[in-house]
């Protein structure tokens, strides 16, 4: 048989897992990819000494994709704490997962942060999302603050808890995602935690392109435009292509296929990261830091040295802030270092300011309402496919399970599957 010409379009980690999976089943092909390194939104970047990623990311090591597709301890994953600091009205309220720190979790019970008939509650929806491997139809269709609401959970709950930490993982804080996506990921963390690469969440990437043959890809080769059976590079380069598939996100995929295929995307979610750095001491654990109060701007921080001491120079630390939204002011960096000084002790006003990404697409919007209706099909004509997290679910292991799909629908469009 002759081989098939395969483009893939995109090396994020969809376009990076299709690659593996049509290594492994022997087909050759090429990946462009628009940027100078892979990763699409997971990259990450040394500033003096420090590994700062392109916006507060975790693994959740539960991801039954991950598991399969990632070699973990390739990625020296660095846990953290279950559960959060939480910042109400001046006082840090330590929230514990009681499965993996009863003794935490029993100390802080009086605590009067949550009613304590929540705190049953929580144990209620541990035991409702325990069986949850994916973002399954079979679960309620409706928005996760109406769920949580359904559920029983009070105000206080849904407000000093679930809307930062989960704001913080949907970034948006109305908490309008779907209660689908929300059960499938507080199943994740119940079941795993969350973690970090120590040496930065590009690890994960890397660690796919790797394996795969360094002839296969092409770096800061963006493609301009698709026809059936080519592809043409932004540099007037016309390749061959009987097989094309787009690991793209669902923007660029909007701008690359034909006007038939797709409504527009509604406006993605962007977030903004400002990174500081400091050598004074910094008591605590490597635990996420939560805004209970919901005035922001920063809606969660997390001292990155607490978990990975390799992201910063050796006496240093690492604070990422993260804000929902990409807001631009030029009073923010003074007004997030009086938030963290709030939170941290009057020291934060000193601490060094190294980098603030803004990052406008983030997360698709769409696919995060009405995630259960089933995946987007994978092959979009013969000879054309995609993947990408839009088309799955939107996270770490919604891009890699889209990615096995495109390749399983190349394999079976060539009667190898
Ligand atoms: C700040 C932030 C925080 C997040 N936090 C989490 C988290 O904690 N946990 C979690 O599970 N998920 C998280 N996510 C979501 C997760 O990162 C994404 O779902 C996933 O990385 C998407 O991968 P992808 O391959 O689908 O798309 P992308 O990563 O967008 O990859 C698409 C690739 O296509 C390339 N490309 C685009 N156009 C062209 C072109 N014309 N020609 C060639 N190449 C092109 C891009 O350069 C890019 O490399 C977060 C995302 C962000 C941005």
Redesign the pocket.
């Known amino acids: 048989m002759t081989q098939p010409s395969i483009a893939i379009?995109?090396?994020?980690?969809?376009?990076?897992?299709c690659a593996r999976h049509l290594a492994r089943a022997g087909l050759a092909f090429r990946i462009?990819?628009?940027?100078d390194a892979?990763?699409?939104?997971?990259?990450s970047d040394r500033v003096d000494g420090f590994t700062l990623?392109?916006?507060?990311?975790?693994?959740?090591t539960a991801?039954p994709e991950?598991k399969q597709l990632l070699d973990f301890d390739g990625l020296n994953l660095r846990p953290l704490y279950r559960g959060a600091d939480v910042f109400f009205q001046g006082k840090r309220h330590l929230l514990a997962d009681p499965f993996h720190h009863p003794i935490d979790a029993l100390k802080s019970l009086p605590d009067g942060l949550i009613p304590w008939m929540d705190k049953w509650q929580m144990l209620m929806l541990c035991k409702e999302a325990s069986g949850i491997r994916s973002v399954e139809r079979r679960l309620p269709e409706m928005e996760t603050e109406d769920y949580l609401k359904d559920f029983g959970f009070s105000h206080e709950a849904i407000d000093r808890f679930f809307r930062p930490f989960f704001g913080g993982?949907f970034?948006e804080k109305d908490l309008r995602t779907s209660a689908r996506m929300f059960l499938f990921?507080y199943s994740m963390f119940q079941k795993g935690g969350?973690a970090i690469p120590a040496h930065g969440?590009q690890a994960i990437?890397e660690q796919l392109a790797v394996a795969l043959p360094p002839e296969s890809l092409r770096l800061n080769?963006?493609?301009?435009a698709i026809q059936p059976g080519h592809v043409t590079?932004?540099s007037g380069e016309i390749v061959k292509a009987s097989h094309i598939i787009l690991?793209?996100?669902e923007e660029?995929?909007f701008?690359?296929l034909p006007e038939s295929v797709g409504e527009k995307p509604k406006p993605p979610r962007g977030?903004t990261?400002l990174y500081f750095a400091t050598s004074d001491p910094l008591p605590g654990r490597s635990i996420l830091c939560l805004d209970g109060e919901n005035r922001g701007p920063v809606n969660n921080a997390c001292v990155l040295t607490h978990a990975a001491p390799e992201r910063a120079p050796h006496g240093q630390h690492l604070i990422s802030t993260?804000i929902i939204g990409t807001p631009s002011s030029a009073e923010l960096e003074e007004v997030v270092r009086e938030q963290m000084a709030r939170w941290f002790g009057q020291a934060a006003r000193r601490w060094r300011h190294l980098r603030t990404?803004q990052?406008r697409?983030?997360?698709?919007e769409g696919r995060q309402l009405h995630p259960g209706n089933g995946p987007l099909p994978a092959m979009i004509t013969p000879g054309l496919y995609r993947?990408?997290?839009?088309?799955?679910?939107?996270?770490?292991?919604?891009?890699l399970v889209?990615?096995r799909r495109a390749a399983e629908a190349v394999l079976s469009s060539l009667s190898l599957h």
């Open positions: 379009i995109g090396a994020g980690l969809a376009g990076l897992a462009f990819e628009a940027g892979v990763g699409g939104r997971l990259r990623d392109r916006g507060f990311q975790v693994l959740l991801y991950a993982v970034l990921l969350a969440i990437p080769s963006p493609v301009a590079l932004k690991a793209v996100s660029a995929a701008h690359l977030t990261c993260s990404y990052i697409h983030a997360q698709p993947c990408g997290d839009y088309v799955e679910d939107v996270s770490i292991n919604g891009a889209s990615g």
